[in-house]
């Protein structure tokens, strides 16, 4: 599966950004797909996830209300529309999936492929 992030930029806090995550070389429907995140500096975190039914979305309590993840089986893409964003969810955003099984995972080492990243920078 080859994943391509998309959708990245710069805005002002509190403006909003939508990511895309296109799959090629592979469907991945049957897969639980991850948004992850990082920070000059920082280890990748966990940003919210999906099953591969595209129920049971899970975000961490920091994005829970201001982040939404949904799937689009038709385009194969799998997006995360991010809200009221601020200086810091600055960092290069990556989408991943977990071909594993079980459903969604917030460790990184549980996802077998991952997309190049695209920039999000929220200026103050």
């Known amino acids: 599966v080859q994943l391509q992030a998309s959708g990245g930029g710069l805005v002002q806090a509190g403006g909003s950004l939508r990511l895309s995550c296109a799959a090629s070389?592979?469907?991945?429907?049957?897969?639980?797909v991850g948004w992850f995140r990082q920070a000059p500096g920082k280890e990748r975190e966990f940003v919210a996830a999906?099953?591969?039914?595209?129920?049971?979305?899970y975000y961490t309590e920091s994005e829970k209300g201001r982040f939404t993840i949904s799937r689009d089986s038709a385009k194969n893409t799998v997006n995360l529309q991010m809200n009221s964003l601020k200086p810091e969810d600055t960092a290069v955003y990556y989408c991943?999936?977990?071909?594993?099984?079980?459903?969604?995972?917030?460790?990184?080492?549980?996802?077998?492929?991952w997309g190049q990243g695209t920039q999000v920078t929220v200026s103050s």
């Open positions: 991943a999936v977990k071909v594993s099984g079980g459903g969604w995972s917030l460790r990184t080492n549980e996802y077998a492929y």
């Open positions: 070389g592979r469907t991945f429907s049957r897969y639980d």
């Open positions: 999906i099953n591969w039914s595209g129920s049971n979305p």
